[in-house]
């Protein structure tokens, strides 16, 4: 049983990890080595929605029939279409319990419990982040459905033929019209292999707020972001057999969201990019995705790019290929831009591109 208490809560031992090694006792600095950059939390619109268990929306799925009339002719009677659609929230929450004991003995008791504030925070970003492009709540009902699930099949018809767009007696999923499969192009040729679980997406997404496309929203009643309590001093039960207990100070962390994908056209999934593929770009036998060509295309397949604000997402290998493109003198759609607060961005057709650091690199193939 202390092996797992170790594991859950501060011990003497991480304590004295923690002290710095000058003899002053004070807490030392602490590099934050798990800390990833995930640019999406801070990107996102978000909306308080009309449920405390999620937010339902009134979508508009046809129009009403209109006719030229001629005199002496009726017109008939028509309506438009409408359907609701329902999307669940998650309740996201972190527990830290530190022994009152503990915190007498540490030389600034408040500072050790401080220093478990940031990584509560990361840990919760990180998942939150995480979730918004990987959840699924036929997989995980505990959670919310993110980006992934929503764009999970490409129908490359749509891309190849764009009458069937207008074509209402398609069965093909609506939000396969924005998947662009970036192993192959339209000449047939292959870049990479996608079928290896090697594979990333690139994303470009619409925040738009509610009922303009894409957001996030935190059900009726709640707060928006994460909520850090301070929940005082507990007497609480030390797990043992011996049912004994002892008093701890006990601090919750929690957040509730949803991700409303209100509007399909607002975000655009560049699937199938194979990273190993990626290493070979500039080389004489590249077989790297033309991330270019793709991005451009879901640039184009952004219904209302006006609606919102626009932003590009990869992970850290995506990302330095791009860099990579960017440096190249011809390449004029790509560049870099210095931000008012002086971060350096890189720029494809005018839209940021944000590293995100929870986008996997083992994603399974899209089709």
Known sequence: MPNAIGNTQLTLLDHAKRVDPDGSLNLATIVEMMNRVNAVTTDMTVFESNSDSGHTTTIRTGLPAI????INLGTQVSKSST???????????????????????????????????????ESMGQTITSTIFYGDTRVNPDRFTGLSAC???????????????NNPSSTLPDSGRNVFDASTNSEGETFGTPSNNNNTSMWLVCWGGQGRGISA????????????????????????SRSASYFAWVDQYKAQLGLAVEDWRQAVRIAN?????????????????????????????IQNPNNGKLVFYCNRIVHTYLEVKAMQKFNSMLTFAELEDGRKVVKLCGIEIHRCDALLNSESQVS
Do not use: C
């Open 217 to 240: 929203f935190f059900p009726k009643g709640t707060h928006a972001g994460i909520v850090h309590k301070d929940k005082g001093l507990w007497l609480v039960d030390d797990g043992t």
């Open 67 to 70: 006719a030229w009339r001629q």
């Open 83 to 121: 359907k609701q659609v329902h999307f669940t929230a998650g309740m996201l929450e972190g527990l830290s319990r530190v022994d009152e004991r503990l915190v007498d003995m540490a030389s600034d008791g408040p500072a050790l419990r401080l220093s478990e504030v940031g990584p509560f925070m």
């Open 151 to 165: 764009y999970a099949n490409l129908n490359a018809s749509y891309q190849q033929n764009p009458d069937v767009l």
């Open 273 to 301: 990019i194979d990273v190993v593929a990626l290493a070979s770009a500039g080389d004489d036998n590249d077989q790297s995705a033309n991330l270019l060509k793709n991005a451009i295309q879901a640039h184009n397949y």
